[in-house]
Structures are given as structure tokens and as C-alpha cells.
């Protein structure tokens, strides 16, 4: 949190925003976040000190698959679309924790994907009854692609 004395607190600070991911466009962009983290840190308002003893997660769970980009349900019409979409989504994660950790961030978080395809926008189909398996095939790639 930013204090009223251009200060953050000692509790940590967040710059989560709902349906963020690294392509969608509806609200900032893990990169436009990245961005605002480093200009607090080049203002001097998070101390190189700070940062040395700090944790960063960052969590992408899916709008660039479920509903960002502009690809809506396109990417998954094969799976070498697949492949190649997860690919680009991945690595601009790794793209932006590395630039986290050349901010001085040595302890980073990084969550993995839920099996998107047993959730209720691709169950809903089929009365909620199976999960959809190419979608659950892209959150294994995903998975795969940031444990490399």
C-alpha cells in the first residue's frame, strides 16, 4: 500500500488487478504492472533495501486463455494453435519475472494453471457435466512451459 508519505507499507503492496493477463487488454497487463512497480522503485519509494527482503507473486490464472487477447475460444482449434498461443503467454511471464528479479526481487511466486476446462464457462455446454479435455490439455502445456 502507498502511504500518504510516499512510503510503502511494511506490509507489502499489490498490484493484482482482476482480469489481468499478459495480452488482455481490459485492464493493465502484467507488463503495464511491471511498469508501475519499477517506476516506484526508480522514484525511490520502494528502497532497494525493501525489495532484498521481498516476495513477488505473479499469478496469471487464465483470462488470456478464458476470454482476453482477442482470441476467445480460437486458440484452442488445434493443438499445435495451442502450443504456439501457450508459447507466446509464457514467455512473456517468464519475460516479466525476470525483469522482476533484475528489479532486485530475489524470492519470486509463480502459480500454475488450473484446469481451466472444468470450470463453469466450459462445462457449461454439457450441463456442467465433463470438462472440456483440450482446455485442460492447455493448462498442462502451460503448467509444463514455466516449470521449463
Do not use: W
Not at 519509494?45 to 490464472?61: C, F, G, M, T, Y
Amino acid at each position: 500500500m502507498h502511504t500518504l508519505d510516499q512510503s510503502v507499507d511494511p506490509t507489502g503492496m499489490t498490484f493484482a488487478t482482476g482480469g489481468a493477463g499478459v495480452f488482455s487488454k481490459k485492464v493493465p497487463t502484467l507488463a503495464a504492472q511491471v511498469k508501475s512497480f519499477t517506476r516506484l522503485i526508480n522514484s525511490g519509494i520502494i528502497s532497494k533495501e525493501q525489495l532484498r527482503h521481498s516476495v513477488a507473486l505473479v499469478a496469471i490464472s487464465g483470462n488470456d486463455y478464458m476470454s482476453g487477447a482477442d482470441v476467445k475460444n480460437s486458440f484452442l482449434s488445434s493443438f499445435e494453435d495451442i502450443d504456439t498461443y501457450i508459447g507466446n503467454v509464457t514467455t512473456e511471464i517468464v519475460k516479466n519475472v525476470v525483469q522482476i528479479q533484475k528489479l532486485g526481487v530475489k524470492k519470486m511466486l509463480v502459480n500454475n494453471m488450473h484446469p481451466i476446462g472444468c470450470t463453469p464457462l466450459r462445462t457449461s455446454t454439457n450441463n456442467y457435466t465433463t470438462c472440456d479435455l483440450l482446455a485442460n490439455y492447455a493448462a498442462s502445456v502451460h503448467n509444463k512451459n514455466l516449470k521449463h
